[in-house]
């Protein structure tokens, strides 16, 4: 099919397909074939499969089939019932068995995973912080390096610690030598990220979600767990290093609306020698229109006020609706003439796993 706009997908078969073949194409065929199940859950006499039947909306932007996903993949995580561990693991393929397995569990679980199809799913994975890094580094060769960083979508706050990563990118490496979370992407492209100058810091990072998870909550580490997939070890290994720095020093997140985060934040004094930084990773997409709108229109406006002592900065790695490729972009507000210009810098896995760098 045509990646033209898909992320306006309504039909269900259609989004359930590309979602499976997205899957697949990322290294996780367990997981495409509980997603492919999902059409015998649509045609279950179950609460959920109902519900998936009349679901109105873009079923792909909604991510509605990652939402069911997460929900299947909670009672294995949770030990709450295995029998879907021997497909994540690879030893049952035959798609029509696990479409009786997972149409089982819908059955025995109904009234649980109901719940799971009222929200997106939360996935804020640790390895996109590669991108984000390169982009901040990439900055500190333009901007004053010291920065203030805020996130949109944190979801449990994981990018938001990134200052407590350490970085391979290429021939470029920063970050503390000893921190569980190691970050090291296939590098492709166009060399490195220059490297930190003497004075780069990050002084500090918040995060809003509209509905934030708590890592020191073990269950809400395990529902996080939940939305990776099960056949991606390296995905897992990080949210476990996650979760350990959470546990060591909270993240510093708020329960808000982007919108509204933003135009607080945007407010506040900005220090002199200080660059404020706004970043995020896949996560535009879900937003209204109306929200993205009015953060544009907030940072637009800031940054006519912005000054080579008070720059602002947005770091995005979202997806090109259509190509469908993950592009980390910068834009600069410094008073220069080229004030508010997109700079396109990388294009990287969905999941961290390489990032192929642009800028040179």
């Known amino acids: 099919m045509s990646k033209t706009g898909i992320m306006a997908i309504e039909e269900f078969t259609e989004a359930l397909d590309w979602q499976a073949t997205h899957a697949e ?26 519900r998936i039947a009349n679901w109105e909306g873009l079923t792909l932007k909604d991510a509605m089939p990652l939402r069911m996903a997460g929900g299947l993949h909670y009672l294995l995580v949770s030990g709450q019932d295995d029998r879907l561990a021997r497909v994540y693991s690879g030893q049952i393929t035959d798609q029509s068995q696990i479409d009786a397995i997972t149409c089982d569990l819908v059955k025995t679980y109904d009234t649980q995973l109901l719940p799971w199809l009222d929200g997106p799913p939360q996935t804020n994975e640790a390895g996109r912080a590669a991108s984000i890094m390169g982009g901040l580094l990439w900055l500190a060769q333009r901007t004053v ?43 492709k492209g166009e060399g490195s990220p220059p490297a930190a100058p003497e004075n780069f810091q990050i002084l500090s990072v918040r995060g809003c979600d509209v509905a934030p998870i708590n890592l020191a909550d073990p269950d809400s580490a395990r529902r996080l767990k939940s939305y990776v997939w099960p056949d991606a070890p390296g995905r897992m290994a990080r949210i476990d290093a996650a979760i350990a720095l959470a546990g060591a020093s909270a993240p510093d ?9 933003v135009a607080e934040l945007l407010a506040e004094p900005q220090a002199t ?19 993205q709108n009015a953060i544009t229109d907030a940072f637009e406006a800031a940054g006519a006020k912005a000054s080579p002592e008070r720059p602002l900065a947005w770091v995005s790695l979202e997806t090109d609706p259509a190509t469908f490729r993950h592009e980390l972009k910068v834009r600069i507000w410094d008073g220069s003439p080229d004030n508010g210009e997109t700079h396109l810098l990388s294009h990287a896995h969905p999941h961290g796993a390489w990032v192929e760098w642009l800028a040179g």
């Open 145 to 187: 390096p010291k920065f203030e960083l805020f996130e949109l979508g944190a979801s449990a706050g994981v990018l938001t610690m990134l200052d407590r990563y350490r970085f391979h990118l290429g021939e470029t490496a920063i970050g503390p030598l000893g921190s569980p979370m190691q970050i090291e992407p296939v590098w």
């Open 273 to 291: 020698g200080v660059t404020r930084a706004m970043f995020h990773s896949i996560m535009w997409q879900y937003m209204p229109a109306s929200t």
């Open 25 to 50: 194409e990322n290294n996780a065929p367990c997981t495409a074939r509980v997603i492919r199940a999902l059409a015998k859950v649509r045609e279950s006499d179950t609460a959920t499969g109902r």
């Open 253 to 261: 997140l708020v329960k808000q609306d982007a919108g509204e985060f």
